[in-house]
């Protein structure tokens, strides 16, 4: 069988690993308007984290049942892909200062009254904070999240790519717009391609077919600090932004690409790598950060442990979740088309779970 997948980003990356495990007869072209290091793709900015409890503030309860389904399904995926470190469920910790703590209660609460298992949200005192993570000491109070996990997102961006590389049935037509997705045909400036199925991953890149598509700016910066370890994502409440903070330890292992050649990580023992994220601005600018959101996240960073003030920033990146009016997934299936788009802020806690469902509702029925 002969089968288009339209986007090398993370939605795609997940359609090609579900596909290869079928042991199908078949083969795969993946066509993208990038590389297939995945470098211009949202899945490649992310952060990673699975924070379906976090999500609930404003998000629908299907979002939190397809996130568990996705924690259930990402180990099986990094491990197939030789990522064996690359995930993580430690739970996530949040925090606010004293005069933000009715503001974190009040999103507790929220959570609490959306789903029953939110009663496993604990609150932590000052002492208990600092036995999870030490150099959290300077906060008196908390909550923790359990369940939550992380996924070290560039690095399965990475090795997604040596894994492809390997069969002699994917094909990577890289630097390929395609201008057009019909059933069965894949359509780029060289003319139409016929396959027996399409797949439609390319994220916020389908806007000619989906007319209601829109894209919301997200930035990150990457810091490295040599005397702040943190081990779980954290997030910090305040009335203007909520960031998080998302320990990346010393992970590039294992990625060897060109776009390595420029990065300033460095690659010092003991020097620990977070990521600090992330604005969320209805905007399609992919522009580079802009001063003002360098200060917002750099400042709430500072204040959650004062040596993050001698922290280096190394990296920053630009991206926009693809996203519909109501913030929810969408899959469309007919015979010998798919098409999987919307993941939002929410793309590595759904995939595994919304291209699961897509297949079985489409591709496997
Ligand atoms: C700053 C930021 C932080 C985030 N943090 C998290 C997080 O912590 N947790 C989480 O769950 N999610 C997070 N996300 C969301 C997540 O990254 C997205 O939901 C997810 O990447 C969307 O996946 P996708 O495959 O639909 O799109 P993408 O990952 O963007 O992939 C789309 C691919 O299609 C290609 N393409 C586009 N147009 C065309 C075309 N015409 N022809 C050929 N190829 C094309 C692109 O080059 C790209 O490779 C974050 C996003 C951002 C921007």
Not at 8 to 29: E, H, M, P
Not at 194 to 223: C, I, P
Not at 255 to 280: F, H, M, N, P
Not at 307 to 316: C, D, K, P, Q
Request: net charge negative; hydrophobic share 40%.
């Amino acid at each position: 069988m002969n089968i288009a997948i339209v986007g090398a980003g993370l939605a795609g990356r997940i359609v090609a690993l579900n596909l290869l495990r079928t042991n199908q007869d078949i083969t795969i072209t993946f066509f993208d308007k990038g590389s297939k290091e995945g470098v211009g793709a949202a899945g490649f900015t992310a952060a990673g984290m699975l924070a379906p409890y976090a999500e609930l503030e404003t998000a629908e309860s299907v979002i939190f049942d397809l996130g568990h389904r996705s924690i259930e399904l990402w180990p099986d995926l990094l491990k197939e892909i030789g990522l064996f470190d690359g995930y993580q469920q430690k739970g996530t910790i949040i925090t606010a200062h004293s005069q933000d703590m009715g503001e974190l209660e009040h999103f507790i609460g929220i959570l609490q009254r959306k789903v029953e298992t939110a009663e496993k949200i604990k609150i932590l005192d000052s002492i208990q904070i600092k036995d999870m993570e030490p150099d959290l000491y300077i906060h008196q109070k908390g909550f923790y999240i359990p369940d939550e996990g992380l996924i070290d997102a560039q690095r399965f961006i990475a090795f997604s790519v040596n894994y492809f590389n390997r069969y002699e049935n994917i094909y990577f037509r890289e630097y390929t717009p395609v201008k057009k997705i019909e059933t069965g045909k894949v359509y780029t400036k060289e003319g139409v391609e016929v396959f027996d199925w399409v797949f439609d991953t390319r994220g916020l890149g389908a806007k000619e077919y989906f007319h209601d598509l829109r894209g919301v700016r997200g930035e990150v910066m990457w810091v490295e600090a040599n005397d702040i370890n943190i081990s779980r994502p954290t997030r910090l409440m305040h009335p203007r932004y909520k960031i998080y903070i998302v320990p990346r330890g010393n992970g590039c292992e294992g990625i060897d690409l060109e776009y390595c050649s420029d990065c300033k990580l460095s690659q010092t023992i003991g020097y620990k790598r977070y990521i600090i994220g992330a604005t969320e601005i209805e905007s399609e600018d992919m522009s580079p950060i802009s001063v003002r959101s360098s200060m917002e996240l750099l400042s709430a960073l500072y204040t959650v442990h004062p040596n993050f003030g001698e922290a280096r920033v190394v990296h920053s990146e630009t991206n926009c979740r693809p996203a519909f009016k109501d913030n929810l997934p969408r899959v469309e299936n007919e015979k010998g088309l798919t098409r999987i788009n919307g993941l939002y802020r929410h793309g590595y806690l759904l995939a595994p779970a919304i291209v699961e469902k897509a297949l079985e509702e489409g591709f496997f029925k």
